[in-house]
Structure formats: C-alpha cells, structure tokens
C-alpha cells in the first residue's frame, strides 16, 4: 500500500506509526506543508494520513496551504481512499465534510481515559477503546460528529474522540502515535499551552511519569491499524 501523510509542523509527524508502516512493507512518502512542499494527486497513494498541529482548521487566512490540503482531503474521498486524521487532522476532516470545529469547553492536554460509545463498542475500531484506559491528548478545539459518521469514543474533557465516516475514513482527536520524545517536543514547541493549567491538563513530568502508557497506546495504534489499514495481500 502507498502511504502519504500531511505533516503541519515539524514536530508534528508519525511517530509510532512510521514503523509500523515499515514493517508491512508499506510505501511511504510524505508532504511537509509548512515547507511549501507540493501535494500529491490522489491517484498516486491508496492512503493518506493527516497528522496534527497547533493552528486551527479554519485558519486559512493565516496558513494558506489549509487551502489546497482540503482539496485535497475532498478529491480523496472521491476517490475513495483510506483516511485517517490526527487530532488537526480530524478537524480538518471533519470540516471537509461538512461539520463545525470549535473550541472544546476545556483544553484537554495529558493522560486521560476515552470510552468507546455503545456504537463504537460495536464497530471493530471503536471496540479498541472499549477497556476506557488512558490515551494521551493535546488538543483546545474539538469537531462535530460529521453528518453519516459513526461517534467511536468520548472522554470527560470532550464529548467527540473519534468518528468513523463509512469504511475508509477514521478521524481520532487524540494521540496514540507519540513516544516520549515527541512529547518532549510538544512540550517545548506549545509550552504557552500548558501555563494556564485546568481540569484536564497535565504537566510536562506528569506526562512523561508512566512509559508503559507509551507502550500501551503503541499497542493499541497497531490494533487500529491491523484493522484500518490492513497487512497487503
């Protein structure tokens, strides 16, 4: 399978998934959009991921590549490739099909348990989150549920976690991908999101304290991708 992503920032890229990608033998090629680098056309990946960031999806007037990744999102779904969206994105995702993203009512930044909805209990993706266990956030804003789409999972901070948009589409508001080096990263890049503090935001040693929620959430993004972007062949 040829697999593109989106990267927003440079410290926003795949994390855990770029070896998981590696050992299927899947191809990988990426576009880096605070670059400049060129998008692809849809016919030349069969998968196209959408890594987060800390700009809005709505910014355009400030980022004008928001632009023509949307069109690009919109020419994928025509074609009826694989997506999958990154907390940005998601929202991203979801805008291109037609759903708000607005501010969640709290910043919602750490270790925090999601809980599969009674439809995502039933659906092999949103069944991955059934156990309620702790996924990592970093996210201010959250997406609507787009018109068609099954809501997978919740958690206290925010209502929509992720949604499934027929079979080919997966958007996650949280992070599964990052190790504790990309934590780091974050953490240095967006410090001013982590200063005002709140119900649902941990500090930077909080979220480094346990490493085998990093292994957990390594596992279950693997059992997510075994199901959503399965082995060639």
Known sequence: MRVHYLSHV????LGTMAGWL???????????????DPLPDPDQFDALIVMGGPMGADDEQRYPWLDGEKRLIAASLERDRKILGVCLGAQIIARVLGAPVTRNPQRE??????QSTEAGRADPIGAVFDDGQP??????????????AVHLARSWGCENQAFRYGERVLGLQFHLELAPDNVRALCHECADELRDGGPWVQSE??????????????????????VFLPEPG
Do not use: C
């Not at 440079?10 to 890229?13: G, I, L, M, R």
């Not at 480094?208 to 075994?226: G, K, Q, S, T, W």
């Open 205 to 226: 040693a909080e979220m480094l304290a346990h490493p085998p929620l990093f292994d957990d959430a390594r596992r279950r993004l693997n059992r997510l991708l075994e």
């Open 109 to 114: 930044i750490g270790w925090f348990p999601v």
């Open 22 to 36: 590696e050992r299927q033998g899947h191809t990988v090629s990426g576009s880096r959009l605070y670059h400049g």
């Open 10 to 13: 440079p410290f926003e890229k």
């Open 135 to 148: 996924v990592l956030h970093w996210h201010g804003d959250t997406f609507a549920i787009p018109h068609g």
